[in-house]
């Protein structure tokens, strides 16, 4: 049984960090994609950041550019994501998901694997 597994959330200050872990159980993702996609209170998810298969160039929402950091590691947790200088507008449900040689990251429909998600919240 495949399953991911978000781990790093919390609450923090405005301007604050956290370091999100997605770990993986049930297969080698080495050819997957890896993305965080995030879900703010009736809001639809939406795309945050990606890596693709083999590592490469990564992928960053607008809103997070500059900001988040994503990065893999296909032996254990493979995939992370820091935030630094976190706003109010970042608090959400942050998801992890994984697809097959994924090539348009933000298309949440092209991931097949999805973990739960961790709540990231952010105080003004």
């Known amino acids: 049984q495949v399953q991911l597994i978000e781990s790093g959330g919390g609450l923090v200050q405005a301007g604050g960090s956290l370091r999100l872990s997605c770990a993986a159980s049930?297969?080698?993702?080495?050819?997957?994609?890896m993305g965080w996609f995030r879900q703010a209170p009736g809001k639809e998810r939406e795309f945050v950041a990606a890596?693709?298969?083999?590592?490469?160039?990564?992928s960053y929402a607008d809103s997070v550019k500059g900001r988040f950091t994503i990065s893999r590691d296909n032996a254990k947790n493979p995939v992370y994501l820091q935030m630094n200088s976190l706003k109010p507008e970042d608090t959400a449900v942050y998801y992890c998901a994984a697809g097959f040689r994924v090539r348009v990251f933000s298309w949440k429909n092209q991931y097949a694997y999805w973990g739960q998600g961790t709540q990231v919240t952010v105080s003004s």
């Open positions: 890596v693709p298969w083999g590592g490469g160039t990564t």
């Open positions: 049930g297969r080698t993702f080495s050819d997957y994609t």
